[in-house]
């Protein structure tokens, strides 16, 4: 089939930065196999993408106006970092929404031979369907969170009061430190529900990671096709697309590898909760009270306060233990904003990664061969939480037991000083389970390298998914 004409794909990520990255850089792929991929999004979300994944001749974008205005939204509020409140949150979801018709006006006058949309629009579906292609679904989580998903739905009733979750039937016994809200398990129920009507599913991870055992559970409990094509982090990029990958870092490449670069291997621990997470100010000084007890040297990443900005620096700092930042200024790089995550990541003096487990955190976290202290707060991140610590070995819980519909609001629950200082010992003193974590971390990092590289699982995958497509297009022609 290698002589047979490029195909031609729409892909179609949801307006979040956990979805656009990924879903872009598995665009790329297709790119690189000579395929004709067009990015269908808002003005401002196609500007980050290009700034942030490789150009090609093959890769184009096709811009539709994001309604921001017309539902009562700032203009330039395209992404979900930007909402942080439910009555934005509902305005935005009402312009998702809104894209529904000059999207689909766009598919039907220029029809492709497949659509790779995130699972967030299951309208997409009906569309697909109208135009006789197939449609593939992504929504930028593993396998294994697929398959607990798919489970949690099927529970029937459900009691929060109880804390832990046991999810029935997957090859490990496996329990969530928390139960799910009703809501979100529903909401995601249907959305998966959807997805699963669907050609297939798109998994941004690689096939070692989750296990021939999940693999296997997949396909025998949904009958439904899913092709691992990760990690797609990993893809060939300039040092400038990842300094800026999704947003323009606050510190510059040199201030922050040069301040590593002072520091022993995997003598520092890198903190970020990614671009949704708000943390309330009475967590986040039990994390420096915490950081500050472990005795151990950390990047820590704080997220700027949406809609806080006319703050002074001393109203916006106030969370900070007094003196902390004198006290630590050796110790600690604390970063207001965005920053480089994969050059922080990736640096030879990191040893341990505290992550809200979003899934693009994690697998970078195992591409870098980086241990994890988990700390889960909302969506699917419970799930994600189990794979690295209990499924994979490759870190340890900090204790997070409160399970968050949303990404902001206030919390019921702080995870304590102690507890952070305890989970932070475990990985950087150097004991026997240290180690052991460790040296699994290292191991799973040299198997993401090796899938994703030539010959390797993922690589093999693409292959048979383009030829997949290629031999229905075909076929579609045909008759």
């Excluded at 956990?18 to 808002?42: D, K, M, Y």
């Excluded at 409160?402 to 995870?415: A, D, I, M, P, Y």
């Amino acid at each position: 089939m290698e002589n047979s004409k490029p195909l031609k794909l729409y892909f179609i990520p949801y307006h979040s930065a956990g979805h656009l990255n990924p879903l872009g850089e598995i665009a790329t792929l297709f790119v690189s196999r000579g395929h004709h991929v067009t990015i269908i999004t808002t003005p401002s979300n196609a500007q980050t993408l290009r700034k942030s994944i490789p150009s090609h001749p093959f890769l184009r974008f096709h811009t539709v106006p994001f309604p921001s205005h017309e539902v009562g939204l700032p203009d330039g509020v395209e992404t979900l970092s930007a909402v942080t409140d439910h009555d934005n949150l509902a305005k935005f979801y009402q312009a998702t929404t809104m894209l529904h018709l000059p999207i689909q006006q766009f598919l039907e006058q220029h029809p492709p031979d497949c659509i790779v949309a995130d699972f967030l629009f299951p309208w997409l579906g009906d569309v697909a369907k109208k135009l006789g292609i197939p449609r593939l679904a992504f929504n930028g989580y593993s396998l294994f969170t697929i398959c607990a998903m798919i489970s949690a739905a099927k529970t029937r009733s459900f009691d929060s009061s109880m804390g832990s979750f046991p999810i029935q039937g997957l090859p490990h016994p496996i329990t969530i430190n928390a139960t799910p809200p009703k809501q979100l398990n529903e909401f995601f129920g249907t959305k998966m529900e959807t997805a699963l009507k669907g050609y297939g599913f798109i998994v941004n991870s690689f096939a070692e990671l989750d296990g021939e055992e999940y693999v296997e559970h997949y396909r025998k409990t949904t009958g439904h096709k899913a092709w691992h094509l990760g990690p797609a982090s990993l893809i060939g990029r300039s040092s400038e697309e990842k300094t800026e990958r999704w947003q323009k870092s606050v510190v510059s490449e040199h201030e922050c590898l040069s301040w590593l670069d002072t520091k022993r291997d995997n003598s520092v621990v890198y903190i970020c909760f990614g671009s949704l997470c708000h943390i309330p100010d009475n967590q986040l000084y039990e994390m420096a009270c915490g950081v500050e007890a472990s005795g151990h040297e950390f990047v820590w990443v704080v997220p700027e306060k949406k809609g806080k900005e006319e703050e002074s620096e001393e109203e916006k700092d106030k969370w900070l233990p007094k003196g902390f930042e004198e006290r630590n200024k050796e110790k600690v790089m604390i970063i207001r904003g965005w920053a480089p995550q994969l050059l922080i990541l990736n640096h030879r003096a990191v040893g341990a990664f505290v992550t809200h487990c979003g899934w693009n955190s994690t697998i970078e976290a195992v591409c870098a061969g980086v241990p994890m202290i988990t700390w889960p707060v909302h969506g699917e991140q419970f799930y994600n939480e189990k794979l690295v610590t209990e499924v994979r070995g490759i870190g340890v819980e900090v204790g997070a037991t409160e399970w968050n519909s949303l990404w902001f609001g206030e919390r019921e629950k702080l995870v304590s000083r102690d507890s952070i200082a305890e989970a932070v010992r475990r990985l950087m003193d150097g004991g026997d389970e240290a180690m052991e974590i460790r040296r699994r971390a290292q191991e799973l990092s040299r198997k993401a390298r090796e899938a994703f590289g030539e010959d390797g699982s993922s690589h093999s995958n693409l292959t048979a998914l383009i030829e997949d497509l290629v031999r229905l297009r075909d076929s579609k022609l045909l008759c």
